[in-house]
């Protein structure tokens, strides 16, 4: 905190804030500004208006209450998020909740200083901490729906829908908070695929048909056999139990189900 | 709502409160009642105290606040779950993170009336809700540091530690709300063992190795391959494949640190 506090000190008061022409990125680039200097207890709604040469009605004009004024737009975000999973026409549903939490993680990228300036709040204020936690599982509870409709409403859909969900949110924003302590360097958008990509692999994995339903029965993928075998097993030995799996499958299971 | 408001209107006040020897519960079932009889809003930490017949400085020796009344004592109840975590000597990651939220979820179980009105009060009232929220993230945040330190210190552990906890507590929330929801009828502990399992086979199945780095390189479990081919294949050429994965296999990247 002490050095955001210097860092802060030095500039012009009021210098960043102003910049702005858009009256909501004024005001909430003055709620930063205040909350950096003179600590977030000490910062009333007035003070941030006066800062940003608006006045207090304003202020309630765009946002509800202080701590509003730092945090995104998640009320827009959800909508979004809502918007983009009811337009998804293809990939399965945990590629559905991963493509559309992009939406989100955009949102982080485009306005980096002010995600880094609320992550080092969030971090030494618990009632923000505390906010942003609560904003979180909203994101986790539209998934949850989206998900259940597509997995149905049976005990063992319900609850993939709900361990789904928790994993792309704590995947999300895992790679989030990892960018954000790294000052906003590195590559995010690739982490955060690679992150969602062993979400996918975690719970809908390629081999096994049957875990997903029709999901792993489309007419694109093509059956597979899976062979597992100990590393220290001579190559010949695998060659004949690879012949001899062969020879079973056939009059098997024709879909390669097996193992 | 109402049907509570109904229900407490009926008893006579104080009955309930009163009865408990333990100031603690006395306390505590005077602010449930309070809240449910009177609304969480206007009900005062002086009523409360009143209701219970001890003082406000009493209260105060229990709790913070007044929401602080109808929660679990979250404080000493991640004392035990890490307690139980750090006397783990067997089992998986996955395995010692479910049996170590099992004491959070048998407190429930054991105070089945106040869990069931202080679920009613959360689902009407915002901060209290979000105050509920808070308290979960605190164990995913233990669960995660615990699954950390097994997982190591590479990037898919830290990842790993991140979507195993989320999906430990969604699941375990899943199954408390989803018996709260039918009024504490059911098997909750069954459920949760289901749910549980479910969890460990999604993040620890069976056969794969290398999927949880040191997990599965103990001594007591033996490497293994896998091969996954297309069934129509010739043999040669999956012979062929397993020769060349078989010299490959050595200078990759011993740690599995990708993704």
């Known amino acids: ?36 200097t003179n600590g977030y207890q000490s910062t009333t709604v007035d003070a941030i208006a006066q800062l940003a040469g608006m006045s207090r009605r304003t202020f309630f004009r765009y946002f509800s209450s202080k701590e509003d004024a730092i945090f995104p737009d998640h009320d827009s975000l959800l909508v979004e998020v809502e918007a983009r999973l009811g337009a998804m026409s293809s990939g ?14 955009e949102s982080y990228l485009t306005d980096h200083d002010v995600a880094l300036e609320r992550y080092q709040l969030t971090h ?24 259940g409709s597509r997995y149905g409403r049976s005990a063992k859909g319900a609850l993939q829908a709900e361990l789904v969900a928790a994993a792309v949110i704590a995947a999300h924003n895992h790679v989030l908070r990892r960018w954000l302590r790294r000052g906003c360097t590195g590559r995010p958008r690739v982490d955060l695929d690679r992150a969602f990509e062993y979400v996918c692999s975690t719970f809908e994995p390629a081999a096994p048909p049957d875990r997903l339903g029709d999901q ?5 993928c093509d059956p597979a056999t899976i062979a597992v075998f100990r590393s220290s097993l001579p190559l010949a030995e695998i060659t004949e139990a690879i012949a001899r799996l062969a020879d079973e499958a056939d009059p098997l299971d024709p879909d390669g189900t097996a193992v």
């Open 92 to 105: 399965s549903p945990v590629e559905a909740v991963c493509a559309a939490m992009h939406t989100v993680f």
């Open 216 to 220: 792993a029965r489309s007419d694109d």
């Open 1 to 36: 905190m002490n050095e955001r506090v210097d860092k802060a000190a030095a500039r012009p008061p009021g210098f960043a804030p102003r910049r702005h022409r858009d009256p909501h990125a004024r005001l909430r680039g003055a709620a930063l500004e205040l909350f950096a």
């Open 124 to 147: 030494t204020i618990p009632t923000l901490r505390d906010r942003e936690i609560a904003s979180v599982s909203r994101y986790q509870r539209l998934l949850t729906s989206y998900l």
